[in-house]
């Protein structure tokens, strides 16, 4: 086996052993076969689950690549139903080597102080584009600085 062909089989096997996982604040679900589906990776964003505590002002996204790179878009909405409006909470930024990432201070609009939305990591990986999502809820008190990550 040649090497290019060595590295072609490891990338196969990265694709095999999954996508991504957002760590922080808490999924709504990870299935490896779903996560392809926007905007929430295959969950319903409807469904009554608990919603995770996030600064509006700044608070971590922890997640883990399982590829060798990807460039991330973090976004988010107060549409509960994750149907409509979200919008980019930071620049996309590239992730090159596979493992944990994480964002110590992503804030979202001041005027969302109080109110529950989702969260959302999506990556654009070698083998396509992957969402998570998080529903998440403000807290007003700052988190400890890279509590998460
Ligand atoms: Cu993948």
Redesign the pocket.
């Known amino acids: 086996m040649t090497l290019r062909s060595l590295a072609a089989v490891l990338v196969l096997a990265a694709?095999a052993a999954?996508?991504?996982t957002l760590d922080y604040p808490k999924t709504l679900g990870f299935d490896e076969d779903k996560?392809p589906s926007g905007p929430c990776g295959g969950f319903d964003a409807k469904s009554d689950s608990p919603s995770t505590d996030f600064h509006v002002g700044g608070d971590n996204v922890a997640t883990n690549l399982?590829?060798p790179q990807g460039v991330w878009l973090y976004r988010a909405t107060l549409d509960t139903t994750g149907q409509s409006n979200w919008t980019a909470i930071h620049p996309q930024v590239q992730q090159s080597g596979l493992g944990k990432f994480c964002q110590p201070a992503l804030g979202v609009n001041a005027s969302w102080a109080g109110k529950k939305g989702l969260i959302s990591a999506v990556v654009n990986?070698?083998?396509?584009i992957?969402y998570q999502a998080s529903r998440a809820r403000d807290r007003p008190v700052p988190p400890a600085p890279r509590r998460r990550c």
């Open positions: 694709s999954g996508h991504f996560e399982l590829h990986a070698p083998d396509g992957l």
